[in-house]
């Protein structure tokens, strides 16, 4: 009975040994170092840092259809967006009817949103926010500018705005700037974002501008829940490198 029992011990310690040895030439391969990095690499995407590619001219001049930004993703770890951040968000249903997605499309993105690699939503943008929740905005001042809790903002991002004129063409003349908007209490938990590309922008205030003071089921938000993170820096084309 003895002798079995140490018969089998003796057989177990090669088996061992050979899966050891096994492991050690497998982690010294270049295989190892390929499926660590790529490892390494979807952990960084998926919650650190990951590009994305900008999908319209909403931004511009800041950012150009095409541009691949980089979007830090632990930014609002602990924090809030601030008036002026521009980010990235995956659109709801109250930005447009997303186009039928395939089982085969589905799962992609459900592995992409667990790994990094690929695109998270189905309807991803990137808009700057200009007020948080809790925050009262409306356009426009008696100069034409967005005001946030009373006070105008300071924007020189802003390109191709839509026509206002003091005393001509504005907040109080008939017809109204489409400029104007508001005023308007941003929700809990959602952001007022707006591009910087104004007139040609389908943003928060979009369905709003020159609607009739008071109608606030017009504006659309951008969801805490929502929100993927702070574009960091413009990474492509190389001429356009710029961090923000």
């Known amino acids: 009975m003895g002798y079995g029992k ?9 088996r061992t040994r050979g899966l050891y040895a096994a492991w050690r030439r497998f982690r010294s391969s270049a295989w190892f170092h390929l499926i660590l990095a790529l490892v390494v690499f979807g952990l960084v995407l998926a919650f650190i840092a990951k590009p994305y590619a900008v999908p319209s001219g909403s931004m511009e001049n800041t950012l150009q259809p095409g541009d691949r930004i980089l979007v830090y993703r632990l930014a609002y770890l602990g924090s809030q967006p601030h008036t002026g951040d521009v980010v990235v968000f995956d659109a709801d249903s109250q930005w447009g009817t997303l186009p039928p997605e395939s089982p085969l499309k589905a799962v992609l993105r459900w592995f992409a949103s667990i790994s990094g690699f690929g695109p998270t939503g189905a309807h991803t943008l990137v808009k700057r926010v200009i007020a948080g929740p809790g925050q009262t905005v409306s ?12 006070h105008p903002l300071d924007e020189p991002y802003i390109t191709h705005n839509l026509p ?3 005393g001509t063409l504005d907040c109080s003349t008939t017809p109204r700037s489409q400029r104007c908007f508001g005023p308007v209490t941003v929700p809990k938990d959602s952001y007022l974002v707006l591009g910087d590309n104004r007139a040609n922008s389908s ?11 008071g109608d606030v089921s017009c504006f659309r938000w951008a969801r805490r829940s929502e929100i993927v993170g702070r574009v960091v820096a413009t990474l492509w084309p190389i001429g356009r490198w710029r961090a923000f």
């Open 6 to 14: 140490s018969v089998t011990v003796s057989a177990s310690r090669p």
């Open 139 to 150: 356009c426009c001042s008696a100069h034409g500018a967005v005001v946030v809790d009373g």
């Open 164 to 166: 206002f004129t003091p």
């Open 203 to 213: 943003d928060s205030a979009f369905r709003c501008r020159g609607a009739p003071v």
